[in-house]
């Protein structure tokens, strides 16, 4: 899809793209909004920042200063865009960020590995102010004998957080993906936790002033917020993506939006995803089980002008599909079980490539 100005022609962000796909279901939405309507309102996040470095207790270097979407002129729409969705609230309005809605505490593996799954609304303006455009997300917990670790942190209701500590205290809260992390700092203030991101994340202007531990990892580091985890980032994504891999059951891999599971078929992909926003990905062939999302594909590569088909097949055969992993829990959606051939077939004919199975 591509819009005119005067003589060009741009194609479409993903933003835009979701709009356009919005308006085709107005009457739907209408409908909807007649029941939503005593619900609030969440105000758009304020997209002015100040200036703060963040030091690290692990590294000796200081955490980059914060990208902004005025600070070159020559950016396109569609990286500029890019750019607003890394730029993370000042801690201040972090703080006052509202709870959303939650389903319970889910077991994976008893006395291990737990999720939550909540909604998330996506800023696309009059559906979003008709709460029209909130879409699945996923916490996953490990549980150790010296705490857990959260991983794609939600912020929960009172209810939720009495739940979460019958299993233990909080002790890390970890930040795989640059798209994800907007509720990390109410985690990290209530449960004074550590808080692990990737090397070249943006982080919440003022964190620095809390007086936490905030540790920078990569696929190299020699301690990892979890005990015999391996980290993987995606190579070459404009902004840093982590997966990591837990040595739970037959192995368990953790994504953020580099591999997600909205489940395809109509209202499949549960309580958490409204259902315009089930239309609108089903349109954009955001669902099925391993899919690496089409958003976060045109935001870390092709809106840089980096074909992501010639850069990831080859991660995903020399070192995704040589690792032991049978779980797969990502930033969207519920855990897959008996996940690995299931993702093989789907990146296969996303990425229209062959992926040989390998024994781990």
């Known amino acids: 899809a591509c819009?005119?100005?005067?003589?060009?022609?741009?194609?479409?962000?993903?933003?835009?793209?979701?709009?356009?796909?919005?308006?085709?279901?107005?009457?739907?939405?209408?409908?909807?909004?007649?029941?939503?309507?005593?619900?609030?309102?969440?105000?758009?996040?304020?997209?002015?920042?100040?200036?703060?470095?963040?030091?690290?207790?692990?590294?000796t270097h200081a955490l980059p200063s914060r990208m902004s979407a005025n600070s070159d002129s020559s950016l396109t729409s569609a990286q500029l865009e890019a750019v607003h969705m890394v730029?993370?609230?000042?801690?201040?309005?972090?703080?006052?960020?509202?709870?959303?809605?939650?389903?319970?505490?889910?077991?994976?593996?008893p006395g291990q590995l737990y999720v939550i799954?909540?909604?998330?609304?996506?800023?696309?303006?009059?559906?979003?102010?008709?709460?029209?455009?909130?879409?699945?997300r996923t916490m996953t917990i490990v549980r150790e004998k010296d705490g857990l670790t959260l991983i794609n942190g939600?912020?929960?209701?009172?209810?939720?957080?009495?739940?979460l500590e019958t299993l233990g205290n909080v002790k890390n809260v970890v930040r795989l993906g640059s798209f994800h992390g907007a509720d990390d700092v109410q985690l990290l203030t209530r449960f004074k936790a550590?808080?692990?991101?990737?090397?070249?994340?943006?982080?919440?202007d003022g964190l620095a002033y809390l007086g936490l531990n905030i540790h920078t990892m990569g696929p190299e580091s020699k301690r990892l917020p979890v005990a015999e985890s391996v980290l993987f980032t995606v190579p070459e994504s404009r902004f840093p993506e982590g997966l990591l891999l837990l040595p739970y059951g037959d192995g368990v891999l953790v994504t953020v939006d580099s591999l997600t599971n909205f489940p395809k078929g109509a209202c499949n992909c549960g309580a958490?995803?409204?259902?315009?926003?089930?239309?609108?990905?089903?349109?954009?062939?955001?669902?099925?089980?391993?899919?690496?999302?089409?958003?976060?594909?045109?935001?870390?590569?092709?809106?840089?002008?980096?074909?992501?088909?010639?850069?990831?097949?080859?991660?995903?055969?020399?070192?995704?599909?040589?690792?032991?992993?049978?779980?797969?829990?990502t930033g969207h959606g519920p855990p897959l079980m008996h996940a690995k051939e299931q993702v093989r077939s789907t990146l296969e004919k996303q990425f229209l490539i062959r992926i040989l199975p390998v024994k781990c």
């Open 87 to 109: 730029d993370m609230p000042a801690v201040a309005k972090a703080l006052g960020r509202k709870v959303y809605k939650h389903s319970r505490l889910e077991t994976v593996i």
């Open 272 to 329: 958490h995803t409204s259902f315009l926003m089930q239309a609108s990905m089903s349109k954009m062939g955001m669902l099925g089980p391993g899919k690496s999302n089409p958003p976060w594909l045109e935001s870390n590569f092709k809106a840089w002008g980096k074909d992501e088909k010639k850069i990831l097949p080859t991660f995903y055969r020399n070192v995704l599909f040589r690792q032991k992993w049978d779980t797969l829990i």
């Open 117 to 136: 799954q909540g909604r998330f609304p996506l800023e696309l303006g009059a559906p979003t102010r008709l709460n029209l455009t909130y879409i699945t």
């Open 154 to 163: 939600i912020t929960l209701s009172e209810n939720g957080y009495a739940e």
């Open 3 to 59: 819009r005119s100005v005067g003589r060009a022609c741009a194609v479409a962000t993903p933003r835009q793209q979701l709009l356009t796909l919005s308006s085709n279901g107005h009457r739907q939405a209408q409908r909807h909004a007649r029941e939503q309507r005593r619900m609030r309102i969440e105000l758009r996040r304020d997209s002015s920042h100040e200036h703060t470095v963040a030091h690290t207790r692990d590294s």
């Open 194 to 204: 550590d808080y692990w991101v990737l090397d070249g994340m943006e982080l919440h």
